[in-house]
Each structure stands twice: as structure tokens, then as C-alpha cells.
């Protein structure tokens, strides 16, 4: 699960326990100009039926268990750290080497997480 902090200059996305290990990452910044919106319940997050293909990425994808790292999609590459889709929100982003971050939110519900994200971020 993930925790995301936005703060005056950036919004901030940290792993937690075994996700850190199965995504090979920890912490996620990026500037909050890179943020184009936040999305509660995804379609992508649906990640057996995001990615295309086959599993072309860095991190760790078992079908219909989890998907956590970067991930190719039909638009590009999005990192994942998502087991359970319907506690996902996504990130779509700009100006980044990645088109959407998808992540379970911890503490939270994805709508109040979303729209937490949303209101900090002064977006729709």
C-alpha cells in the first residue's frame, strides 16, 4: 500500500512494507505541475487486463495477484503497486517517464483519497 503526501512543491508517494520490495522502489516524487489529475477506481488498475501482451517491466507481476513496478500499457509505461484494484487510485501524469502512477492508498478510501489529492492539488 501507499501513503501520498502532497506538499508545496511536490507530491510525494511512499511504499510500505513488501511493496517497497515487490515495485524496487521506496519513494515516488514528482512536481505537482506533473500532475494532471487523480482518478478513484481506475480502469488500469484492473492490471491483467492493462497490460498488454505480456509483462514487459521492472518489478514484480504474478496474474491476478499483483502487479508492482513499471508496467507497459497500450500508452506507455505506469508504475503499479496494486494487489487489490478496487483500493487503487491513479496519477496521470506529464512530463514524466511515466504515464500514470496506480497505487492502493493506505488509511483511506480511494474517492476520499482522490479527491484529498485533488483539492491539494487544485484539479478536477
Do not use: N
Not at 480502469?43 to 514484480?60: H, K, L, M, N
Not at 505506469?78 to 501524469?93: G, H, K, N, Q, T
Request: net charge neutral; with cysteine; aromatic share 6%.
Amino acid at each position: 500500500m501507499a501513503s501520498i503526501q502532497v506538499t508545496s512543491r511536490e507530491v510525494v508517494v511512499r511504499l510500505r512494507g513488501w511493496d517497497r520490495v515487490l515495485a524496487m522502489r521506496g519513494t515516488l516524487r514528482f512536481p505537482r505541475s506533473h500532475v494532471l489529475g487523480v482518478r478513484a477506481h481506475p480502469e488500469e488498475a484492473r492490471f491483467d487486463e492493462a497490460i498488454v501482451d505480456s509483462w514487459r517491466g521492472r518489478g514484480t507481476y504474478v496474474h491476478a495477484k499483483v502487479a508492482a513496478g513499471i508496467v507497459h500499457l497500450a500508452d506507455g509505461p505506469s508504475f503499479y503497486s496494486v494487489r487489490r484494484p478496487e483500493r487503487a487510485i491513479a496519477l496521470d501524469l506529464d512530463g514524466e517517464a511515466m504515464r500514470h502512477l496506480v497505487v492502493e492508498v493506505d488509511g483511506e478510501t480511494p474517492e476520499s483519497a482522490a479527491g484529498r489529492i485533488a483539492s491539494a492539488l487544485g484539479c478536477s
